[in-house]
């Protein structure tokens, strides 16, 4: 079966370094939190929102070691009032999980994109407010 996971972090600056060390912690916990080996991905999804142009995320799976799964680069959508200096991860790979048994990810400021994903784990300083 093919299914899914999504991810999302952000940075503080649009630094090639920082967005690259913050791909590089959300892919790894995405991957370890589900249980994932290299050859269960079949693809990975990376948007960024507008204010992030430092480098392409990919670069980081790269240096991870997933150099022969397909890797995408995209602009987030930008909506007014949106979560800035956010990375977007999606990774689609083979399991016989049902959705349930999925391990979605938020760090930092992107925990306030999807609460009910990550119960206990939002700090009131890092709460999105529109």
């Not at 991860?89 to 009910?116: Q, W, Y």
Request: net charge positive.
């Amino acid at each position: 079966m093919v299914r899914a996971v999504r991810g999302a972090i952000t940075v503080e600056k649009n630094k090639k370094d920082m967005i690259l060390d913050a791909v590089k912690e959300l892919l790894s916990k995405m991957l370890k939190e589900n249980g994932l080996k290299h050859d269960d991905i079949i693809s990975i999804w990376f948007t960024m929102t507008s204010d992030l142009n430092a480098v392409f995320p990919a670069k980081a799976a790269r240096e991870l070691g997933l150099t022969d799964v397909a890797l995408m680069c995209a602009n987030e959508i930008d909506v007014k009032n949106s979560l800035k200096k956010c990375i977007r991860i999606m990774i689609s790979f083979n399991t016989e999980k049902n959705h349930s048994g999925l391990k979605h990810v938020c760090l930092k400021k992107a925990v306030s994109l999807r609460p009910d994903l990550v119960k206990g784990e939002i700090d009131e300083k890092d709460q999105y407010s529109n």
